[in-house]
């Protein structure tokens, strides 16, 4: 599961994400991360056998979390499947169908705004 | 009207006979049919249309000589960036009128110095406010255009007797204009190249971004779908040719810029960028469907634009032609890491392989994208074909062929030649070894009045550089070896690059000079902005002495 964490400043200074992963068997990754003194966003993936009872904890400490099912959104409008994305990708999230459609898939995505900023019609956002 | 004419009954008659008559006897290139027979098929809603992506399978299954026979006319398509692409506008007199001089629609530039209310806007013209810049220019307007949105116009005028008026501000649309005629001076040109960037950073071009150590490949052309790799030597396509523009009727005016014909070629089509098309179409007529603004990152706005043209299928020549599939056209890939008129080619590959999303290159897998989209190019081709089984759509013998031959593009020369780097005035370069002490570097800095040390290695060659405040710093920080304070991934000027280069350089990186090196990495001077300043300075002297 995908999610964005929001600290607020009480908590930034907690080594929560430490005691997490010391106490439970889950597997975590940090895809984004900005946090400052003022609190902060991160974006994780998560998994394992407690993923849910991390997550719990993760909350009870202060932790707001947002599950995500999108990590990027394209606008199909604007984006006029030139593919220009496709070698920008560092994890293959983005491939070509068979009709020549450009298709994300927001499972493999990392967000990590490569294709954002480099798609010329900026039909791709990073997803709140 | 008189149905069949004679060559189609003598035709008829022969294929009755023997159906591989025609094909095994004579497999001549002379025309089977002729342009006003296949317009008459298409107004009885007998003409025989396929898309150049069915040609290709048709003509692989079947052959060119029962495709030339079967198949009357194949629609081409290509939905690609097309820099060198604009409108001019005649914007209607306002009273009192103005003989407008400066004109700006949502704040673009359109060229006026035509006239008194006719106006050129070129796809690629950034905004004039810098915030916004290359992310709304000329390409944005026109589908804004298209798209029926209102559009700010302002203009400025130095008034006269007859044009009185010195200023004007307003909204208009589409539908206000006299005409709104896109005229492209280069679009649809056959075959292009693929790019790849062999440098240690990220670059933006017009071939999009590419990524460092060849990090991937882009490409451009439409490749079997593309116009003029279905005509490589414009038997059928030429001046006055009814084509596909952005969802309307236009036609071409006659070869593009850049024209050029004397390439290599391989299975007939050439390997790199060639022939070019110039192409007239009606604003009001076109579909937002098929035209898009864009902005290449960090390069600027450009037009997508969708064409296509219709080759009638007049022998088996032309039916084999437009059969050529994707791994029959190559291109190279060159080096955009290069950024000189000349980019070293890195390989050739062909379309099939680009399209498989990725290329081997000196043994490593990248991935490559596309620039111009596939999809709408198909959509282009199967539009156009719709249009012509519905009797919409005619074909048109050109007025005059595209040159074939000849046609070489030539470069810019520039009169006053480039400063290359080694005809700068170097300075005797002062450098400092990795084991210097710190006080002894700050000391060599202040006595040769220098900010920036190259830092070398017993046989000179580059390790690092320091800067005063790199000094500042360790002296803040107590660190007593140069090579923990010194910059290890140093930005450097090659000899035989010209100065300007280098200018581009230190702006881009935010630098104050580069070490000059030769092909072994020895330190050969230093250049600083200073240098380059002072350089201008004195070029600007010795014009303003000889007027």
Not at chain 2, 344 to 367: D, H, S
Request: hydrophobic letters at 35%; aromatic letters at 6%.
């Amino acid at each position: 599961m995908k999610a964005w964490l929001n600290f607020s400043p009480t908590i930034v200074n907690k080594t929560v994400i430490s005691d997490l992963i010391k106490n439970y068997d889950v597997t975590f990754n940090i895809l984004k991360a900005n946090i400052t003194p003022k609190g902060g966003k991160m974006l994780i993936e998560i998994s394992g056998s407690e993923a849910k009872e991390g997550i719990e904890y993760m909350e009870k400490e202060g932790i707001q979390l947002n599950p995500i099912k999108k990590v990027v959104k394209k606008d199909e409008e604007k984006c006029m499947d030139c593919g220009e994305c496709i070698s920008l990708c560092p994890v293959n999230a983005i491939k070509m169908d068979d009709d020549w459609t450009v298709e994300l898939d927001n499972q493999k995505c990392i967000g990590c705004g490569f294709c954002t900023t480099s798609c010329p019609t900026k039909a791709i956002k990073i997803a709140d | 009207m008189c149905g069949l004419n004679s060559l189609e009954i003598i035709n008829n008659i022969i294929s009755f006979l023997s159906q591989d008559y025609h094909y095994k006897k004579a497999p001549d290139v002379k025309r089977v049919k002729t342009i006003e027979e296949i317009n008459q098929k298409i107004k009885d809603g007998d003409a025989v249309v396929v898309t150049a992506s069915e040609m290709t399978r048709i003509v692989q299954e079947n052959g060119a000589g029962e495709a030339a026979r079967e198949v009357d006319v194949v629609t081409t398509g290509t939905f690609g960036a097309m820099c060198s692409s604009g409108a001019f506008f005649n914007f209607g007199h306002s009273d009192p009128p103005i003989k407008m001089s400066r004109t700006y629609l949502n704040g673009v530039e359109a060229y006026s110095g035509l006239a008194a209310v006719d106006a050129y806007l070129g796809a690629t013209q950034p905004h004039r406010n810098p915030d916004i810049g290359l992310d709304y220019g000329g390409a944005h307007i026109l589908e804004d255009l298209i798209r029926g949105k209102e559009v700010e116009l302002v203009a400025e005028a130095y008034g006269t007797d007859c044009y009185p008026r010195t200023e004007v501000h307003t909204f208009l649309s589409l539908e206000d204009l006299n005409q709104a005629v896109m005229v492209n001076p280069r679009n649809c040109y056959q075959n292009y190249a693929a790019a790849t960037n062999s440098t240690e950073e990220t670059i933006y071009t017009y071939m999009g971004t590419l990524l460092p150590q060849m990090g991937n490949v882009s490409y451009s052309s439409a490749g079997k779908l593309s116009p003029l790799l279905n005509d490589p030597y414009f038997q059928t396509i030429g001046m006055g040719t009814r084509i596909f523009m952005c969802g309307s009727q236009g036609y071409i005016l006659g070869e593009g810029t850049q024209h050029a014909t004397e390439g290599e070629r391989k299975n007939g089509v050439p390997i790199d960028s060639s022939g070019t098309l110039m192409l007239k179409g009606d604003m009001k007529k076109m579909d937002a469907e098929y035209v898009r603004g864009a902005t290449m990152p960090k390069y600027g706005p450009t037009l997508y634009v969708g064409a296509g043209i219709p080759i009638p299928v007049l022998n088996e020549e032309i039916a084999q032609r437009t059969g050529i599939s994707d791994q029959d056209i190559s291109c190279n890939i060159y080096d955009y890491g290069v950024p000189r008129r000349s980019r070293p080619a890195v390989m050739e590959t062909n379309y099939q392989e680009l399209r498989t999303g990725k290329i081997e290159i000196n043994g490593n897998e990248v991935q490559t994208s596309p620039l111009s989209s596939f999809k709408k190019a198909l959509q282009v081709a199967e539009e156009l074909k719709k249009w012509i089984d519905n009797g919409e759509f005619f074909l048109t013998s050109p007025v005059k062929s595209l040159p074939s031959s000849g046609c070489t593009v030539k470069p810019l020369q520039i009169k006053r030649p480039s400063i290359m780097v080694r005809d700068l005035k170097i300075k005797p370069v002062i450098t400092a070894r990795a084991e210097e002490a710190i006080s002894g570097v700050a000391r060599k800095m202040v006595d040769n009045n220098v900010n920036h040390l190259p830092v070398v290695d017993h046989a000179d060659r580059l390790m690092g550089i320091v800067t005063s405040w790199d000094i500042a710093h360790a002296v803040a920080k107590d660190s007593r070896k140069l090579t923990e304070v010194m910059t290890k991934k140093v930005i450097v000027a090659m000899e035989d690059e010209p100065v300007e280069l280098i200018a581009r350089r230190i702006d881009k990186h935010e630098i104050s000079g580069v070490p000059i090196v030769d092909r072994e990495n020895r330190v050969k001077g230093m250049i600083t902005a200073e240098d380059i300043s002072r350089l201008i300075c004195s070029q600007n002297n010795k014009e303003g002495g000889s007027k």
